[in-house]
């Protein structure tokens, strides 16, 4: 179904937190243009998906609903939104339908008046996209706490003692210097400041 009813869609890809991102900054534009957000949760997930990605806001309480075959460009996704991402490159920001991350807060998007379906793709990774909105996003990223026994057993244990968390991010050998992963240094120093806030 095809409609040019205004709409931001957002093509949703790589790990939670980027999808977090992405979300959050449709859905801030969205919201200030009244238009209807549209979330495409499957094209950024096909092709090379080397750590096995895969769509996860619905998990979490969010605004939105899933893009239709005509939003995603099925078929030949690909090579469709190839085209239209060359047609539009040279347009004014305004006349797009097509609009990519420019690395930064860019204020003609920020300000942008959606009076079409308007496709939005990037990490989109700052705040400021969505800062006005900011505790709107946190309640609606915010999941429900599981109730099954094993998280509630879990959960349990975590509150009767005296638990700290450390997460991980680890994609490649510890020897290797890669931008996807902290180096141990960071690990050692979270672990001092931990131990110098905790008494036991």
């Known amino acids: 179904m095809s409609t040019n009813k205004p709409a931001v869609i957002a093509r949703i890809r790589g790990g939670l ?19 209807e957000l549209v979330l495409d949760g499957t094209t950024g997930f096909r092709g090379k998906n080397k750590y096995a990605r895969q769509y996860m806001l619905d998990r979490f309480p969010i605004s939105g609903r899933l893009a239709n075959e005509s939003e995603r460009r099925d078929p030949f ?4 939104r190839g085209v239209r991402k060359w047609w539009d490159k040279h347009k004014a920001i305004e006349h797009r339908q097509y609009i990519v991350d420019p690395g930064g807060l860019d204020d003609a998007i920020y300000s942008l008046s959606i009076n079409k379906p308007t496709t939005f793709e990037g990490y989109w990774q700052s705040e400021d996209w969505f800062s006005d909105i900011a505790e709107q996003i946190r309640a609606e990223c915010t999941p429900e706490a599981p109730s ?20 991980v991010r680890f994609f490649n050998d510890p020897t290797q210097t890669a931008q996807s ?7 050692t120093k979270a672990i001092e400041t931990i131990r110098s806030k905790v008494d036991n």
């Open 17 to 35: 937190g980027n999808q977090l991102f992405m979300y959050a900054m449709a859905r801030r534009l969205a919201q200030v243009n009244d238009v």
């Open 77 to 80: 996704h690909s090579i469709r």
């Open 148 to 167: 099954d026994d094993k998280n509630v057993e879990m959960a349990t244990l975590i509150e009767q003692s005296n638990a700290v968390a450390l997460h």
């Open 181 to 187: 992963q902290q180096v141990v240094d960071y690990y």
